[in-house]
C-alpha cells in the first residue's frame, strides 16, 4: 500500500538550533517528492520538487534532499518566522494514473 | 491578488443542507483538485479535474458533487451536509501530469452542526 510517513509529528527548537524532518514513503512509480509549507490558516505554499535519488534543493535556511526511501527537510539556524507546519507529499502512477499522495505534516515551532 | 481563489473562506451550517463552494484560478492550469483536510489525517482528495470534460473521483467522493464550469472555476458541492464533513476544504491545481507540485487556495473552513 502506498504511504507517506512524516516525523516527528511535531518539533520545537530554539533560534538557531538546526534540525530534520523526515519524510518516509512507500509508493510505486515514484514520479516527484514535494515539500510544502502551511501556515495557520492558509493553503500549503509549495517549497521543493524532488525528482531522484541524490538530487538536493535550497531555499534560504531550508535544505531538501532525496534517497530512494525517504527525504530529509534540514533547517538550518532556523528563526521564529519559520514556525509553520511543513507538508510531504509523493506523486506516483503511470501514465493517467498519477496521484498525490500526502503525509500528516510536522508542526515546527521554532522559539527566540 | 491570490493566484487560486476560494469562497467562502468560513461557513457554518446545518445538516441537511446544500453547499457549494467555489474555487477560480488565474494559473491557466488546466488541472484541478478538491481536498478536505482534518486532524491527523492530512489532505485527502475529493475529486479532481484534468479539463473541462474530464472528471474524476478521488478517495473520499462519497457525498460530493463537483463541476467544473470553466477551465479556470472548480466548485465542489455538499448535496445534504452531515456533521462529519465538518473539515478545511482546499482547491488546488496543477501544471500538466507529471512531477508538477499543486498550488492551494487558502481554504473554506466548514462546520456543520
Known amino acids: 500500500e502506498d504511504q507517506v510517513t512524516q516525523s516527528p509529528e511535531a518539533l520545537r527548537l530554539q533560534e538557531g538550533e538546526s534540525s530534520s524532518l523526515n519524510c518516509s514513503y512507500t509508493?510505486?512509480?515514484?514520479?516527484?517528492l514535494f515539500w510544502y509549507r502551511q501556515d495557520p490558516g492558509k493553503g500549503p505554499e509549495f517549497l521543493f520538487t524532488l525528482y531522484s535519488a541524490g538530487e538536493e534543493k535550497e531555499k534560504e535556511r531550508l535544505k531538501a534532499t532525496l534517497t530512494k526511501k525517504e527525504s530529509f527537510l534540514h533547517i538550518t539556524a532556523p528563526k521564529p518566522e519559520d514556525s509553520a507546519t511543513y507538508l510531504c507529499?509523493?506523486?506516483?502512477?503511470?501514465?493517467?494514473?498519477?496521484?498525490?499522495?500526502f503525509g500528516t505534516g510536522t508542526r515546527l515551532k521554532v522559539l527566540a | 491578488d491570490a493566484d487560486v481563489t476560494q469562497t467562502p473562506r468560513n461557513r457554518i451550517t446545518k445538516t441537511g443542507k446544500r453547499i457549494m463552494l467555489e474555487c477560480s484560478q488565474t494559473?491557466?492550469?488546466?488541472?484541478m483538485y478538491w481536498y478536505r483536510q482534518d486532524p491527523g489525517l492530512g489532505l485527502r482528495l475529493i475529486y479532481y479535474?484534468?479539463?473541462?470534460?474530464?472528471?474524476n473521483k478521488g478517495e473520499i467522493s462519497d457525498g460530493y458533487s463537483v463541476s467544473r464550469q470553466a477551465q479556470a472555476k472548480f466548485s465542489l458541492s455538499l448535496e445534504s451536509a452531515i456533521p462529519n464533513q465538518t473539515a478545511l476544504y482546499f482547491c488546488?491545481?496543477?501544471?500538466?501530469?507529471?512531477?508538477?507540485?499543486?498550488?492551494f487556495g487558502d481554504g473554506t473552513r466548514l462546520s456543520i452542526l
Open positions: 509508493v510505486s512509480g515514484l514520479r516527484g
Open positions: 494559473k491557466g492550469h488546466d488541472r
Open positions: 488546488a491545481t496543477s501544471d500538466g501530469p507529471v512531477n508538477q507540485p499543486q498550488h
Open positions: 479535474s484534468f479539463d473541462v470534460k474530464d472528471i
Open positions: 507529499a509523493v506523486q506516483r502512477g503511470t501514465s493517467g494514473t498519477y496521484k498525490y499522495i
